[in-house]
């Protein structure tokens, strides 16, 4: 597998007051292919990459794993402002970088180049799904919590049958991306079916029959209208993604971020606890 941080996104989500926006804090390298750069520093250390970046400091870098993602963000923006010009429930993106002064003068001139400001990506023609911002998340300890992935380690398949069952009109408890899906649901919301520059998925290894109650549940419960929700009974993800084509995909699995990854999809990984 290639190095995660590279072809992960790494991005830290955090949503301030409500009537604000959504924060996205995105690295260079998940912006920008900076694979052979990091090979230079990597191999030849950090002098040599100073000196190769202010070589090349006039040369755009190609866009990266969560260029397309961020440019969809972008797109909803527009489409939102076009709806009202006063619209607050945007998304405001942040790029980081660990660069030094001398050598970060590339990645301001790229930004430049596609449209990449501190708060804005304005869109720029790459290879990419749509225009339409289309998410994909994993269910257990992404979308929800994680207790019955603890359930299933404790007692096996039978066991996490058995107690979604018992606890079918309970609500599960709230994942770490609970809150970016469901500010992403209020945009969402804000268009018609037809028209929405958003589309949100769901991709679980849970079981329809036996598990997917709970969950399709829990969302109504929570309010977020999911545009379509795949139970895949524990085969890959794969195929499915990729008739999907989502800009990212959110799962805490590595094994399916690689299955992500094989079919061409942008991944990011959500830690476990």
């Known amino acids: ?67 397309a993602f961020i440019q969809a963000a972008q797109f909803v923006n527009k489409k939102l402002l076009e709806r009202d010009p006063e619209e607050k429930e945007l998304f405001d993106v942040i790029v980081l970088s660990n660069n030094s002064p001398e050598s970060g003068v590339r990645i301001i001139n790229s930004a430049k180049q596609h449209g990449v400001s501190a708060a804005l990506i304005f869109q720029q023609e790459i290879q990419a799904p749509s225009t339409q911002l289309r998410v994909v998340f994993d269910g257990d300890a992404v979308l929800f919590s994680d207790e019955t992935e603890r359930v299933f380690r404790e007692k096996g398949l039978e066991g996490a049958v058995e107690y979604e069952k018992k606890m079918e009109s309970v609500p599960m408890g709230e994942g770490p991306l609970k809150a970016f899906a469901l500010h992403l649901g209020k945009m969402r919301q804000k268009f018609g079916t037809e ?47 990729s008739k999907i084509q989502p800009h990212i995909f959110f799962d805490d699995g590595l094994h399916n971020i690689q299955g992500a990854q094989d079919v061409g999809i942008p991944s990011a990984l959500v830690p476990c606890d």
Do not use: C
Not at 5 to 34: C, G, H, M, W, Y
């Open 1 to 67: 597998m290639a190095d995660l941080e590279s072809t992960v996104i790494n991005t830290s989500v955090t949503q301030k007051d409500p009537k604000e926006a959504l924060v996205i804090a995105v690295t260079t390298r998940a912006i920008f292919n900076l694979e052979k750069e990091h090979e230079i520093f990597l191999t030849k250390g950090k002098e040599e990459y100073v000196k190769h970046q202010q070589t090349n400091e006039n040369n755009p870098l190609e866009p990266g794993t969560a260029f």
């Open 195 to 241: 028209d929405s520059p958003i589309r949100i998925y769901l991709v679980t290894a849970r079981s329809g029959r036996d598990m997917g109650i709970r969950a399709i549940k829990t969302l109504r419960e929570w309010g977020l209208a999911i545009d379509e929700a795949f139970f895949m009974d524990g085969a890959p993800k794969g195929p499915i993604l």
